[in-house]
C-alpha cells in the first residue's frame, strides 16, 4: 500500500504486531545518528541494565566489607567485563562503511580498556597469591578464569591486528575473510566470561565474606544475553 506521495506504508496491523525491542538482528544504526544510540537501541536496555546490575551486585558486596588488597581483583575483573559488553553492543547495530570504522575504533577502546582491567585484576591475584602458591588455580573459578585470560587475550591481539595490522594475515581482504570467525568467538567468550563469574559465587571468598548470591548473577547475565544475542545480525557471521 502506498501513500499520497508514493512510499509504501506498512500495514497497520503488522505494527501492532512488531515486537516493543525489535525483531531479532534488525537494529541497525541510521545515517547520521551517533555511535552512543548503539548502547541502548533495541534490546540493548536489557543488556544494559543486566550488565550494571552485575556489576553493582560485585561493587556493592566489595564496599560493604572491609576493603583489602584482594578486593581490587573482583572490582578490575566486573568492570572488565562491563567494558567488553559495551564494546559488543556499540559495533552491533554499525551498517555504512564509515559507521563500521567509527564502530570498530569505539569497539577497540572499550575492548583494550576491558583487557588492561584483566591483566590489572590478574596481577592483582598473582601477588596475593605469591605467599601460598600451590592455591593458586585450584577452584573451578580458578580454572576456568585462567581459560579465560588466555582465550580474550588472544582474541583481543587478533581483533587489534585485524583492524590495524591487516598485512599479518596478507592483507586488508584476508583479514576481513576472518571478521566472522572473530565475531562467533567474541559471542561465545561472552557466555563464557559469564559463567566464570556465576562460578565466582562458589569461591570461599565470596561465601566467607561478599555472599554474594548465584541466583542474582545468573538473572543479570540471562538480561545480558538477552540483550546481545538478538542483535547479531546472521550476515556479519557469514550465515
Do not use: C
Not at 201 to 225: D, E, G, M, P, Y
Amino acid at each position: 500500500m502506498a501513500s499520497a506521495t508514493g512510499v509504501p506504508e506498512e500495514n497497520p496491523a503488522l505494527q501492532e504486531e512488531e515486537p516493543l525491542l525489535g525483531r531479532p538482528g534488525d537494529v541497525t544504526q541510521k545515517p547520521g545518528q551517533g555511535l552512543q544510540f548503539n548502547l541502548v537501541t533495541g534490546t540493548a536496555i536489557l543488556a544494559q541494565a543486566g550488565i550494571w546490575i552485575l556489576a553493582a551486585l560485585v561493587w556493592a558486596a566489595i564496599f560493604e566489607n572491609n576493603f583489602i588488597f584482594f578486593s581490587y581483583h573482583p572490582l578490575l575483573n566486573s568492570a572488565a567485563t562491563l567494558l567488553f559488553v559495551q564494546g559488543t553492543l556499540v559495533l552491533q547495530p554499525t551498517a555504512l562503511q564509515k559507521d563500521k570504522i567509527h564502530g570498530t575504533y569505539a569497539h577497540s577502546v572499550f575492548n583494550t580498556l576491558g583487557v588492561a582491567g584483566l591483566i590489572a585484576g590478574l596481577v592483582v591475584i598473582e601477588l596475593n597469591k605469591a605467599s601460598h602458591p600451590e592455591t593458586r588455580f585450584t577452584s573451578i573459578h580458578g580454572k576456568l578464569g585462567l581459560v579465560a585470560y588466555i582465550l580474550i587475550f588472544i582474541q583481543w591481539l587478533v581483533g587489534f591486528a585485524q583492524f590495524f595490522v591487516p598485512r599479518l594475515f596478507g592483507g586488508v581482504d584476508s583479514a576481513k575473510a576472518i571478521y566472522k570467525y572473530h565475531r562467533v568467538s567474541g559471542y561465545v567468550l561472552q557466555v563464557y566470561m559469564l559463567a566464570v563469574i556465576a562460578a565466582a559465587t562458589q569461591t570461599a571468598f565470596n561465601k566467607n565474606v561478599l555472599h554474594i548470591k548465584l541466583w542474582a548473577v545468573i538473572v543479570a547475565s540471562v538480561l545480558v544475553l538477552a540483550g546481545v544475542l538478538p542483535r547479531i545480525k546472521k550476515h556479519k557471521l557469514g550465515l
